[in-house]
T-cell receptor
Framework: NAGVTQTPKFQVLKTGQSMTLQCAQD?????MSWYRQDPGMGLRLIHY???????DQGEVPNGYNVSRSTTEDFPLRLLSAAPSQTSVYFC??????????????FGPGTRLTVL | AQTVTQSQPEMSVQEAETVTLSCTYD???????LFWYKQPPSRQMILVIR??????QNATENRFSVNFQKAAKSFSLKISDSQLGDAAMYFC??????????????FGTGTLLAVQP
């Protein structure tokens, strides 16, 4: 049971380049999400999904695309990277069953630098 | 819209002493969860403690406890017998308890805790 995995751990891009941050979970969680963490701003929600084929925007979606073709995977795409997207990105997943133990599990994060 | 505020960007505590981290939130909802997450230098987000809004009893997890004041919309974290390994960024977070439609977390800006030997 690997939990939530993210690749790569570090990435440097040039402005205008595209890339995909990968996220996978092996807990059969319905809910998956992407956050970005910037100094002094905490974690902010980019996009989320409540199941395969269903995605929606969070607080800061501009410049990012997502899709969810399987329960396990939730990739985040940067189509044309900008320096403002320099950040640490976290993927998280959780069950949608309403219970006290329903908590979110976070991946290890990806540090992205856009030059 | 719901918001979470952590007014202490940095805190410091002596080893073995007690420290309290503050968190306030704003919501018009009555059914929600509150969380404290720890982020050590490894960057991993670790759940420290959680509280259900409709439970009046304050949650405790070993050396970690909360003071939940629902009317005041306050959710502070107390760390007793502080250890060097407690040094980290601590985030307060809020989540509605809708019936399963969404698990969106709203985070505060974090408090960086230093533990002095």
């Amino acid at each position: 049971n690997a939990g939530v995995t993210q690749t790569p751990k570090f990435q440097v891009l040039k402005t205008g380049q595209s890339m995909t941050l990968q996220c996978a979970q092996d807990m059969n969680h319905e809910y998956m999400s992407w956050y970005r963490q910037d100094p002094g701003m905490g974690l902010r929600l980019i996009h989320y999904s409540v199941g395969a084929g269903i995605t929606d925007q969070g607080e800061v979606p501009n410049g990012y695309n997502v899709s969810r073709s399987t329960t396990e995977d939730f990739p985040l795409r940067l189509l044309s990277a900008a320096p403002s997207q320099t950040s640490v990105y976290f993927c998280a997943s959780s069950s949608l069953r309403r219970s006290y133990t329903d908590t979110q599990y976070f991946g290890p994060g990806t540090r992205l630098t856009v030059l | 819209a719901q918001t979470v505020t952590q007014s202490q960007p940095e805190m410091s505590v002596q080893e073995a002493e007690t420290v309290t981290l503050s968190c306030t939130y704003d919501t018009s909802e009555s059914d929600y969860y509150l969380f404290w997450y720890k982020q050590p230098p490894s960057r991993q987000m670790i759940l420290v403690i959680r509280q259900e809004a409709y439970k009046q009893q304050n949650a405790t997890e070993n050396r970690f406890s909360v003071n939940f004041q629902k009317a005041a919309k306050s959710f502070s974290l107390k760390i007793s017998d502080s250890q060097l390994g407690d040094a980290a960024m601590y985030f307060c977070a809020y989540r509605l308890n809708y019936g399963g439609a969404t698990n969106k977390l709203i985070f505060g800006t974090g408090t960086l805790l230093a533990v002095q030997p």
